[in-house]
């Protein structure tokens, strides 16, 4: 087994796992302070991406774009949770899960009307469309690197407000029990659109950094969303920190398991076997990863909810 | 005493830092009525569901008819003949009272894997579930849906439940919760008739029904059993009055 | 169910039993293939309500059954086994299994994480079915029509359709049994009250785990009659909105009534054919956009329609007794 190989999806996956994080981070906390499910998490990602394809072709700078996407999508979050989400904290989740796919089905459409059907390509500039070697020999891209590097700024940022603020002490009193954040005085309406807007805006910054990897697409958030579901399941629900080590090791072992996996098989039964069942169990394993942790654990690694 | 029908060995449980159970030691004889009593918080809804099986204790034993079921599901520790009632009523609204009775009865009737045979038209179900209704009371409204039912003749259904399952233990959970004086002493009353049949663990909060019908008394204070004893000796116990009589007087 | 749910379940098969023989007269065969789509998905959308509606179960991965059902009809024709007789008991044991499985280990949660993991279970399936490059892998494969020597011809497209029509009304009669049944008291009283049910001595556990194979198996019937139907399998049968779709068309039509998942998957996909054409009406090309109302609606179906169709007609024709139910989880307004 090549080492370099190894090294560089193991930087793949640790990009791909920030990436699920953020998307998982909102999701966790909106279910955690509000009970609400809300599928169209992923569309957040898929404006996030749109909106900053469109702010950086408008400022001519990747930059100043970037950065003005993240107000942007912090409003567009704002907005849907006033307009469309505030009615559904007390409906069952079966009405939340619903009414969310409704919105889906909404967000996609929108997108398409607004920017077109065909994809969007949003290039890189120079300075961050290059290699670096991170160790010699052992060529990266930029980007990535990048990526990596604001994932676990934010990770550590969103860590630091939860920890040490008086909202994250509002949100963690929230996750663990919902009246108790009530009985504080706090006005609960505030408090949840903050929530849901910042979630938003953790999910639009995954949708932005995911742009120049990928094409900006209309439902190009939902694939995403599945697996930060499955995140959150092993992570546990309303919890950041299981959310942080679950995104970590689902992104690690769906990249690295990708390419190993029928490398791996190889070695033990014939390599036609290995080159039919290895894609397909790559495919499955971060799912049989979820049952088997499901198995020992049903509530997570780190349930937050007690009660 | 004669050997206990249900012993609690050195119970705890606890939520976060709040403990609700403190290495509790209670043996109930059989055919007593056993109340259980204490402030509100003290931990007795808890207690009922690690005897029922619906919580796990943290550390400690529960033994039923000398077999240690601390490790039991609830429905295994009502195959034993242990049955409950709750203090927020859980019948099925949905359904006549005869169908939830009928429903206790199916639960000790076999397996449930019947798949074909409408269970409306069983009499194996129906025949023993109106039974119940009739000594219970409720005979007569038996295919009202049970969303219809009085809030006392709802709670009277909740026991008539537990009984159609034919239990040798009975674990009731405030059986007065919201009732008014005159639902109370019909109750009262029903639960008089089953003493010496059945063994009863009873949570209340309604003091003239506790000294009415129990043997003995304990009274938990944040999850502690500060007292046992006959009903007289818990009147007269100096720490009682203070931990909790005087606070419910004053509350009455 | 009552007399009047019986009579609107006979009058609504007795409606779509006349199709046929009429878009013969008017010379529209187009609407015996249209309807026979929407009685595949009727069966499934019944089969999700027994668990959904009757059990409480919220699964958000039904549409991987019927990937089963049609991978498992696909695979035996890709080997030259046409066979309706072989392949459709198996299709409905292997989702039957599937179902198990995955059951198993999704009801040991609860609430929420058995949402998303019964999602997350039918994804993976679907990216299974990707990566099975020898059936096609994204592009999936053609099925010749099951053959069933001596009974019908499914090449005939209104034989096909009464098939399926039979197999709709055969579920149907026998989910009415089983609702019934004391199995089905067990899995109703448990969506209600699952602790008082365990308090009262039912292991709920193995009741809800045997409903959810049963619902999985009938998934798999759709899934079969769906690959005949369009003599084609891709994995996109099992894409996770399908499922949604599915879940939509049970609360479209009425949740925890046998024919109103019949009724929501006719008015379903009703409105997925002519919305677009509606929506021409009033702005040229506004039709290949008509995802843009059909999100709102369904929002609004979730938020102020409870009882669906069925309720509606319940409501109208037979005006003492309405569809409404009392709902569970958190409460409704």
Not at chain 1, 4 to 29: K, P
Not at chain 3, 290 to 295: D, E, L, S
Request: proline share 4%; with cysteine; glycine share 10%.
């Amino acid at each position: 087994m090549d080492p370099l190989l190894l090294l560089e999806q193991s930087f793949n996956g640790l990009q791909f796992g920030v990436m699920l994080f953020l998307i998982a981070a909102g999701l966790t906390l909106v279910f955690g302070v509000m009970d609400l499910v809300n599928l169209a998490h992923g569309s957040l990602v898929m404006i996030g991406a749109y909106l900053a394809t469109t702010l950086v072709a408008w400022t001519d700078s990747f930059l100043l774009g970037m950065i003005l996407a993240l107000p942007a999508t912090f409003v567009v979050g704002a907005l849907v949770e006033v307009v469309a989400l505030r009615t559904l904290y007390r409906r069952d989740h079966l009405d939340q899960v619903l009414a969310t796919f409704g919105l889906i089905l909404f967000f996609n459409e929108v997108v398409r009307i607004v920017w077109g059907p065909i994809s969007l390509y949003s290039g890189l500039p120079d300075y961050l469309s290059g290699h670096v070697e991170i160790i010699p020999g052992a060529p990266y891209p930029v980007f990535r690197l990048l990526i990596i590097a604001v994932g676990l700024a934010v990770a550590g940022i969103i860590y630091l407000i939860v920890a040490h603020t008086r909202l994250g002490m509002l949100i963690r009193a929230g996750a663990s029990n919902n009246e108790m954040v009530g009985a504080l005085g706090v006005n609960i309406k505030s408090l949840f659109t903050l929530v849901f807007a910042l979630g938003a805006v953790f999910a639009g910054l995954a949708g932005m950094m995911l742009g120049p990897l990928t094409s900006v697409e209309s439902g190009m958030g939902e694939p995403l969303l599945i697996l930060a579901f499955v995140v959150i399941i092993i992570g546990g629900i309303g919890s950041i920190r299981g959310a942080f080590i679950a995104a970590i090791v689902i992104g690690m072992v769906d990249t690295v398991g990708r390419i190993f996996l029928p490398v791996l098989l190889r070695a033990v039964v014939s390599d036609a076997a290995a080159d039919t069942a290895g894609p397909a169990l790559a495919s499955m394993l971060i799912y049989i990863l979820m049952a088997a942790i499901l198995v020992v654990r049903p509530r997570g690694l780190f349930p937050a909810r007690t009660g | 005493m004669v050997d206990p029908v249900l012993r609690i060995h050195g119970l705890c449980k606890s939520f976060g830092n709040l403990i609700a159970t403190d290495d509790l030691h209670l043996d109930i004889a059989q055919g007593e009525i056993h109340a259980i009593i204490g402030p509100n918080g003290a931990g007795k809804t808890t207690l009922i569901a690690q005897l029922s099986g619906a919580l796990r204790p943290d550390k400690g034993q529960v033994s039923f008819a000398g077999r240690d079921i601390t490790h039991l599901s609830a429905p295994d520790r009502s195959a034993l003949g242990l049955a409950r009632s709750f203090q927020i009523t859980s019948i099925f609204p949905d359904f006549t009272a005869l169908d939830n009775v009928a429903l206790a009865v199916q639960a000790h009737a076999g397996h449930s894997f019947r798949f074909w045979r409408p269970a409306h038209e069983d009499p194996a179900l129906r025949q023993p579930a109106q039974q119940i209704l009739e000594r219970i009371g409720l005979g007569a409204r038996a295919d009202e849906p049970a969303a219809n039912l009085s809030h006392g003749e709802q709670r009277q259904l909740e026991i008539a439940m537990a009984l159609a399952t034919g239990p040798s233990l009975l674990l009731l959970d405030e059986p007065m919760a919201g009732m008014g004086r005159d639902e109370s002493v019909q109750m009262v009353a029903l639960l008089q008739s089953l003493k010496g049949r059945l063994t009863i663990v009873l949570i209340e909060h309604d003091m003239d029904a506790v000294f009415a019908l129990a043997d003995r008394i304990t009274v938990l204070v944040y999850g502690r059993a500060i007292a046992t004893g006959r009903p007289e000796e818990i009147r007269a116990n100096k720490a009682v009055r203070a931990a909790y009589l005087g606070t419910e007087a004053a509350d009455a | 169910m009552n007399n009047r749910q019986i009579w609107l379940t006979l009058i609504t098969l007795a409606l779509f039993a006349v199709v046929p023989p009429l878009a013969a007269i008017f010379d529209q065969p187009f609407y015996v293939d249209m309807l026979a789509r929407v009685l595949i998905l009727a069966l499934a959308a019944v089969s999700l309500d027994f668990i959904l509606g009757y059990g409480g179960m919220v699964s958000f991965g039904h549409a991987a059954y019927m990937g089963i059902g049609a991978y498992t009809v696909g695979i035996f024709s890709f080997y030259g086994i046409d066979n309706g007789f072989i392949q459709f008991p198996l299709a409905m044991a292997a989702s039957a299994l599937v179902g198990l499985i995955f059951g198993a280990m999704s009801l040991r949660t609860s609430g929420v994480y058995f949402i998303m993991i019964t999602l997350a279970f039918a994804q993976m399936l679907y990216f299974l079915g990707i990566s099975l490059e020898e059936f096609g892998g994204d592009d999936g494969m053609t099925a010749a029509r099951s053959e069933f020597a001596g009974l019908v011809d499914l090449n005939d497209s209104s034989q096909f359709y009464y098939l399926v029509l039979a197999c709709l009304a055969l579920v149907l009669f026998i989910l009415h049994r089983l609702v019934r049944s004391r199995f089905g008291m067990v899995i109703r009283a448990s969506r209600t009250n699952e602790k008082r049910m365990q308090a009262m001595g039912f292991h709920t556990y193995r009741y809800k785990l045997a409903g959810f194979t049963i619902a999985a198996s009938i998934c798999g019937l759709s899934g079969a009659l769906f690959a005949n139907l369009n003599e084609f399998v891709s994995p996109d049968i099992m894409h996770w909105t399908r499922s949604g779709e599915i879940m939509i068309m049970v609360i479209m039509g009425g949740m925890g009534t046998l024919i109103g998942p019949v009724l929501g998957a006719a008015g379903f996909l009703l409105l997925e054919e002519y919305l677009p054409q509606w929506m021409e009406i009033f702005m040229t090309n506004a039709g290949e956009h008509w995802a843009i109302i059909m999100g709102p609606i369904l929002i609004a179906i979730v938020l102020f329609g409870r009882g669906g169709i069925h309720a509606l007609f319940a409501r109208k024709w037979f005006p003492r007794r309405s569809g409404a139910r009392n709902g569970g989880g958190k409460g409704h307004g």
